[in-house]
């Protein structure tokens, strides 16, 4: 049994809390399409009949709900440092999920403590087994939330563009979860690809260095294609996948989505739970 699993049975997890599936969109350098690939997979989740949140977990700069174009009353600043209960701040979006939101330019939610950090995961655990599907849009880079996230989620979705500082960044983000959090395994996603050819290029080389220094796999979950009907779709505060359902970058996201629901079911993934994040959030 390894630490990571002993942590997990130290923790406990509840039957409930097995069927549903975390995924973490998440990216060492920013800006390369997480928010965005995050809130359409939530969207396209949704139209199969799964219950899905999405949780904007880029706090302090969060925009998922600008990205559907939800008003927001309540974000987790007020569950956090206000008496909003967590279920108070969920806004159902145009998308047909539910949304978490976090708030924008409060420098507090960046600098949770870890105490705050278990809180917060704490609480996190009490309502996700209602989905059957939780979405974190994570902030990117290797802070400590960012990292306590991915290690709560049973898929960590490493999104890059295929160029060198953003393979080099989520290299780095990759190293960091394999060697604090033992994290083993990881999903690789190329967006804004040239082509398919660019896409898998860039995971052989993500690969090849992987393999040299690390014991761990990823998997190329597939690329995304630079598509203007993305902006478009962000002007008009929709997502891509209901605006521009036959676009490039629809289409790819539909084959990507699927993909990663049918490979879910390692015995490991599902004794993933937030309680783990917990435990190490604290320590
Ligand atoms: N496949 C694509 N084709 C064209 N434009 C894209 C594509 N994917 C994302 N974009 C654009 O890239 C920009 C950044 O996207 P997004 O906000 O989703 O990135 P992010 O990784 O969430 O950023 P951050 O790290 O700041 O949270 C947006 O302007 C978006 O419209
Ligand atoms: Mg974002």
Known sequence: ?????????????????????????????????KSNIAANMATLYSAKGLKVLLIDADMGLANANLLMGCRVDKTLDDVMFGDAKLQDTFVRTPGGFDLLPSSSGVRKMLELDAFAQRTLMDRLQEIIHEYDIVIYDTAPGIGSMVLNFNASAHDIVVVAHAEPTALADAYALIKVMALERKEKKFRLLINRAQSAQDGLESFKRLTDVSAEFLNISID?????????????????????????????????????????????????????????????GAS
């Open 1 to 33: 049994m390894d630490q990571a699993d002993r942590l997990r049975t130290l923790a406990g997890f509840s039957e409930s809390s097995r069927k549903t599936r975390i995924i973490s969109i998440t990216s060492g350098k920013g800006g390369v399409g």
């Open 220 to 280: 190329f979950l597939g690329s995304l294609p630079e598509d203007p009907c993305v902006l478009k779709a962000v002007r008009q505060q929709r997502a891509t996948v209901q605006l521009s359902p036959r676009s490039p970058f629809a289409l790819a996201l539909v084959r990507i989505a699927d993909k990663l629901l049918a490979c879910s079911h390692a015995p490991k993934d599902q004794n993933k739970s937030l309680a783990t994040v917990s435990l190490r």
